[in-house]
């Protein structure tokens, strides 16, 4: 079974800052991708940023970076120019091909400080 | 297009009583989800469903708990006697099939917050 760990409950930082988010996970698939949600307030759940394990090129998306290592099996989140409206609860997940299910981490608590 | 679309945002019962939540999920996806979010056990995937059939239920906590999906628009989770562990937030998602272009992603609604008393 595959298993996701977060290990830091809660981060905060200055706004402006960059903030790094870690992420672990065990598996046994050699195909697979790799999510981080971002869970505001407001409850709902938004793809923040995705990889598939096959790429080596590290994903971004605007202010967001992943920094994936496959053989250390982690995947971290590099927020760059944190603001306000990236305080929320994040979840790093996993999923592997053939399976549609995902499994998700406990979630790290970010915010962001005026 | 519309999201997933949950029904009731909130829900307050008193043990012993049934509940049911509603999903509707974005058209033209195979797969829907149901998880569970608690402080104490985070995101749990109870059950889901590939073109209205239950593919794994492994995740439903116990005989309390069931769902439908009687047609690609909708589905129900039902608890039947509520107990106030059951409370929870609780989220739908769906999914394009891999053939659709599914990128892998989930694509949640709001969620419904269910309090048991």
């Known amino acids: 079974a595959q298993t996701v760990t977060q290990s830091q409950p809660e981060m905060s930082v200055q706004e402006a800052e960059t903030v790094t988010l870690s992420c672990t996970y065990d598996t046994s698939e050699s195909n697979y991708y790799l999510f981080w949600y971002k869970q505001p307030p407001s409850r709902q759940m938004i793809l923040v940023i995705r990889?598939?394990?096959?790429?080596?090129q590290n994903a971004t998306e605007n202010r967001f970076s992943v920094n994936f290592q496959k053989a250390a099996k982690s995947f971290s989140l590099k927020i760059s120019d944190s603001q306000l409206g990236d305080t929320a609860m994040y979840f790093c997940?996993?999923?592997?091909?053939?399976?549609?299910?995902?499994?998700f981490g406990t979630g790290t608590r970010l915010t962001i400080i005026p | 297009d519309a999201g997933v679309i949950q029904s009731p945002r909130h829900e307050v019962t008193e043990m012993g009583q049934e509940v049911t939540l509603r999903c509707k999920p974005i058209?033209?996806?195979?797969?829907l989800f149901w998880y569970r979010q608690t402080m104490m056990r985070g995101l749990e995937l109870l059950i889901y469903f590939n073109n209205n059939v239950p593919i794994d239920d492994s995740g439903m906590p116990e005989d309390r708990f069931s769902a439908k999906m009687p047609n690609a628009s909708f589905s129900t989770l039902k608890i039947q006697p509520s107990e106030p562990r059951d409370s929870a937030v609780y989220f739908c998602?769906?999914?394009?099939?891999?053939?659709?272009?599914?990128?892998?992603?989930?694509?949640f609604g709001e969620g419904s917050r269910l309090t048991v008393l």
């Open positions: 998602a769906s999914s394009p099939n891999l053939g659709g272009g599914n990128t892998g992603e989930l694509f």
């Open positions: 990889q598939e394990a096959y790429k080596q």
């Open positions: 997940a996993f999923g592997h091909f053939g399976n549609e299910k995902l499994t």
């Open positions: 058209s033209g996806h195979d797969y």
